[in-house]
């Protein structure tokens, strides 16, 4: 033992023993990845038997309304329990005043009923916000270069109830507009959906690794300016627990930090703080980089892959949605 320093417990104390076998390492696992964890985010796109790759994201595409029955049913036997739905909405569809969110009969709708009518247990979530269907690219109405918030939450209290009539099981409003969660509470309730359950994206911070998913969804080309005005400030972490207190007041039943990897201290410190089921959004730019990584040979991606998503997990998260989910639902089916 000459060259070591003295330890008052070697060797009766060696670390190393839990690790030494595979069944050892796995029994002693303080935390564990698991399909339950998992939401799988899909987009939706007009026309028939049409699957188009989406160039920044590697691995995902948009998909047909009649495409997506069979697509979330292979979903459903890996095991992931929910699935989030995207719109890829046709340019002379969006406007100033985003209206297609309120079309009974818009992309996510059709989706959200065909997934229903065809795939039983499979839960649905919604993204409540303007992006997708406003001319400007943004999460809210636009005036004068100002992103109205009162004005957009009456917009957003019409597009929860759209959803949760076509079938929509999880409102969940990532716009970050004030008093939206009380708003949207109130109307789903009057309309008779007392048991649909908001996630809200308590704490979403105004990111640089959202551009494959604005890709995936057309906004990007369209936005105007940034949306510094609503989403968060990186370097805050005070403002994000403040945030998310105020949709749990508000009647949020989940909450959802966004992005993930960059604010892991942000998750743990929301669920410890609160409790309340706590969700990370591995966000576009993250799963991208892998991928990219990957293609390069700079990385081994589902090793990669499951080790960020095991990550999310030992933060305090209680799911994740990512656009790795079936990749990480295979490796987990396979044992």
Not at 43 to 60: C, D, N, Q, T, W
Request: with cysteine; charged share 25%; proline share 5%.
């Amino acid at each position: 033992m000459t060259g070591f320093p003295a330890c008052p417990t070697f060797p009766s104390t060696r670390m190393r023993r839990n690790r030494s076998a595979d069944w050892l390492r796995r029994m002693v696992q303080e935390n564990r990845l698991t399909t339950d964890d998992l939401i799988w985010p899909i987009f939706v796109v007009e026309g028939l038997g049409k699957r188009e790759a989406v160039s920044s994201m590697p691995g995902v595409e948009r998909l047909s309304v009649d495409l997506l029955a069979e697509e979330v049913g292979k979903a459903q036997e890996l095991g992931i329990p929910a699935v989030a739905v995207f719109p890829y909405t046709p340019e002379g569809l969006k406007t100033p005043d985003g209206s297609e969110a309120l079309n009974p009969d818009n992309l996510v709708c059709r989706g959200v009923r065909e997934i229903k009518k065809h795939v039983s247990n499979m839960g649905v979530l919604c993204d409540v916000a303007l992006d997708p269907y406003n001319s400007d690219g943004h999460d809210g109405l636009v005036k004068d270069g100002e992103i109205l918030n009162d004005e957009t939450v009456d917009i957003l209290c019409q597009q929860s109830v759209v959803q949760a009539d076509a079938g929509c099981d999880v409102i969940a409003p990532s716009d970050m507009m004030d008093g939206r969660i009380g708003s949207i509470r109130k109307v789903l309730d009057d309309a008779g959906h007392q048991n649909v359950t908001i996630m809200a994206y308590a704490a979403k911070y105004a990111s640089a690794f959202y551009g494959p998913f604005r890709d995936a969804v057309g906004s990007g080309g369209v936005l105007m300016g940034d949306k510094k005005t609503y989403q968060m400030d990186p370097g805050n972490g005070d403002e994000a627990i403040r945030e998310v207190a105020l949709d749990i007041a508000e009647g949020a039943d989940m909450v959802m930090v966004k992005p993930g990897l960059p604010y892991m201290d942000i998750i743990h410190r929301v669920k410890n703080e609160f409790g309340v089921p706590t969700f990370a959004y591995n966000v576009s730019g993250e799963y991208a980089m892998l991928r990219a990584a990957a293609q390069n040979g700079w990385l081994d991606y589902p090793a990669a892959m499951m080790e960020m998503l095991t990550g999310f997990k030992r933060a305090g998260a209680d799911g994740i949605l990512t656009y790795a989910a079936r990749d990480a639902a295979k490796i987990l089916k396979s044992g």
